[in-house]
């Protein structure tokens, strides 16, 4: 595969159930991509160091997803210029609106731009990554726009009650 594009990192593995979305919505554009763990607090040094070369790496934006206090999007695009996509990941007792509430009140100057909590937000910041790579990248361009066709033909063809 090509170079990645995007990064997609979370906080602990445990947060793989939900930033796997991130990563599938990217395999259905094809855009190359990684995955890492980096975490705000426990892995400082590898937080600095990941956002500091990313831009040289090639990458093109973020998609960081966090649980509980969630300090890793904002601290990385604090040490990047380069589009942080923050993706709250549900948390054990709150639920994750500590997560949101973390991610999306961001201080004015330093902007993350926040997604839904959950599966839904870690997808979408995938298709959202992809919507950034398309206007310089005709192939993903494509790829975007036939998964939202496939997505409303799916729509039209659904019928209620549901048949068998
Ligand atoms: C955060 O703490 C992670 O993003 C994760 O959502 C949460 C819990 O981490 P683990 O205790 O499962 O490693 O840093």
């Not at 554009?29 to 705000?40: D, K």
């Not at 948390?91 to 731009?113: C, E, N, T």
Request: glycine share 10%; net charge negative.
């Amino acid at each position: 595969m090509s170079e990645p594009r995007v990064g997609v990192v979370m906080g602990s593995e445990s947060d793989w159930k939900i930033m796997s979305h991130a990563a599938s919505a990217l395999e259905a554009l094809g855009v190359a991509h990684e995955t890492r763990v980096v975490s705000a607090h426990r892995t400082p040094d590898r937080l600095f160091d990941y956002a500091a070369t990313a831009a040289d790496r090639g990458l093109a934006c973020i998609i960081a997803g966090a649980g509980g206090a969630a300090h890793l999007p904002g601290m990385l695009a604090a040490k990047t210029a380069l589009p942080v996509l923050g993706v709250p990941v549900p948390s054990r007792y709150l639920s994750g609106q500590d997560s949101l509430y973390s991610i999306v009140q961001m201080p004015k100057g330093i902007p993350v731009a926040t997604f839904a909590i959950g599966e839904a937000g870690a997808a979408n910041a995938g298709l959202f990554a992809g919507a950034l790579l398309a206007g310089t990248d005709p192939a993903i361009a494509r790829a975007l726009a036939d998964y939202r066709q496939r997505q409303t033909e799916a729509a039209e063809a659904m019928r209620v009650p549901p048949e068998g």
